[in-house]
Every structure is written in structure tokens, then in C-alpha cells.
């Protein structure tokens, strides 16, 4: 009876979580007070809910953060462009099931070597990443991503794992109440938008095949993955990416996503 009762108050904090999360739906804290609550299961250093609008950038609603940091939100770049390089944006875009997705489970096979992680996700959001992904409509996607400083566990998973049923109620019952408008899909899709960005700043001088090499390079495809998706051979991908390097005047993958980076900066000073 005693080893009931401690287990009971060891839970005190995350019922008390509970009511302060129930409080708060329809109401600018909610995202907030349900981070606090997930915080309680498992190492969360920051928080982002967005809205993925097939087409269009995302809408940011909340961005939380707990650690030391206090630097320059990097949402303007990541909503400039960035996103279309996030594998969770790239996952919302196609068939999933509603629930907790874990970076590592659906990652390319060099994601974490690319420059993307290297230069922006590690350093933003952390080594590691999951999110919440719920399905709002055809071409809408709630999300709240859950960024740590290092690994997540696997306890910890498991834990977010256990309460995605009543996170993506909340998360459905939030956005009802909020009544938040959403303005109408664009018709571009994920590959027009990225191949339109790489043609900009190619100054028009990529072919489609390049323009999609060039994509899912950045991505954190290899070779051979590319070769795969694109049903030609890895020396044939690797003649492209020759070419495409010379035309964009980049010697490797850090300076393509610089030169990537470089165009979403020119956006970003133009708008």
C-alpha cells in the first residue's frame, strides 16, 4: 500500500500538469503548458508547434526554449526556406500516420553528415528531434516538434510514445477551439518549390536533372540513395552533381547548402 501511494505522488506533477493543459485549451498558453507537461516524460531543450500548409511556409505558433541560449530566433530563415530541407516537413508532405515520429526513424541515410543537420539542426535544435504530427485536413499538418541537446533515450520515447493519444486530442481540441484560419493550400508542390529556390540562385543555368539532384543532396541523400529514387545509376548521379557543382561554382555539399543559405539571406534582406 505504501510503494502505491509514493507511486501516486511521484505522478502528483504530471496530473497537476494535466489540469493546467485542459485550462488552457483554446487559450495562447496552451502550447506552452503542454511542453512543461512533456518535459515531466522526457529531456525536451525547446519547443516549436507550426502549422505545415502544403505549398506554403510554415506558420509558427509557439517557440519555447529552456536552455541558456537567449540568441536570435532562427525561424525567419527556417520559414524563409530551411523547411523544405526538414525531413518532418518532408514526411508531413506525404502519407503518414498521426503520432509521435522520431528523427532517426525517418531521416535519409546521410542526413546526419549533411549540412543541414550540421550547420542548422544540431545547432538550433539539438542532436536529436521528434515531433508530434497530427492531420488536420489533405494539405494541413499540426506539428510540435521536440527538440533535445543530445540523444533522447529510448525510456523517453517509449514514455512519448505511451501518451500520443491524449497529446494529439489536445493538440486537436487546441486547434478547434482557437479557431485559427487557414489561409488556402498553394498548388506548388515540395520539388517545384525547392527546384524554383536552386534555380534562383543557379541564375537559371541548372537542368531539371541537376535541380533535383541538387535537392536531394541537400536533403542528406548519398549517391546511391539518389541513384535509387531517381532510377539511374550512382555514376550517372555523380556526373550530374559534377556538373551542378561547376554551374553553381561549389566545390562540395557545405558550400552548395552555404550557397543555399546565401539565397535565403538575399530573400530574407529583400523582404
Request: glycine share 10%.
Amino acid at each position: 500500500m505504501g510503494e502505491t501511494m509514493e507511486g501516486l505522488l511521484r505522478e502528483l506533477p504530471l496530473h497537476h500538469g494535466m489540469a493546467r493543459l485542459f485550462d488552457q485549451l483554446g487559450e495562447p498558453g496552451f502550447w506552452r503548458a503542454l511542453v512543461l507537461l512533456l518535459r515531466q516524460l522526457a529531456p525536451v531543450d525547446n519547443a516549436l508547434a507550426a502549422r505545415f500548409q502544403r505549398g506554403q511556409p510554415p506558420l509558427v505558433l509557439e517557440e519555447c526554449g529552456f536552455g541558456p541560449g537567449g540568441g536570435a530566433s532562427p525561424m525567419p530563415f527556417y520559414c524563409q526556406g530551411l523547411y523544405l530541407l526538414d525531413p518532418f516537413y518532408q514526411l508531413a508532405c506525404g502519407v503518414f500516420d498521426s503520432g509521435l515520429h522520431h528523427l532517426p526513424d525517418i531521416a535519409p541515410d546521410q542526413f546526419h553528415q549533411g549540412e543541414y543537420y550540421l550547420s542548422y539542426l544540431s545547432r538550433e535544435v539539438g542532436q536529436d528531434e521528434t515531433q508530434y504530427l497530427l492531420r488536420l485536413g489533405p494539405d494541413a499538418v499540426l506539428s510540435l516538434s521536440l527538440g533535445c541537446a543530445g540523444f533522447y533515450p529510448p525510456e523517453a520515447i517509449g514514455r512519448l510514445r505511451v501518451v500520443q493519444g491524449w497529446v494529439l486530442a489536445a493538440m486537436r481540441r487546441h486547434w478547434a477551439l482557437a479557431d485559427t484560419a487557414a489561409p488556402p493550400a498553394a498548388q506548388s508542390t515540395l520539388s517545384d518549390q525547392l527546384g524554383a529556390m536552386l534555380q534562383q540562385f543557379g541564375q537559371g543555368r541548372l537542368t531539371e536533372r541537376e535541380a533535383e539532384i541538387a535537392r536531394l543532396t541537400l536533403r542528406g541523400l548519398s549517391s546511391k540513395a539518389v541513384a535509387q529514387q531517381l532510377a539511374i545509376s550512382p555514376e550517372t548521379v555523380k556526373t550530374h552533381r559534377r556538373n551542378m557543382f561547376l554551374k553553381l561554382g561549389v566545390a562540395n555539399h557545405t558550400e552548395l547548402f552555404n550557397c543555399f543559405m546565401s539565397q535565403l539571406q538575399a530573400q530574407e534582406r529583400q523582404g
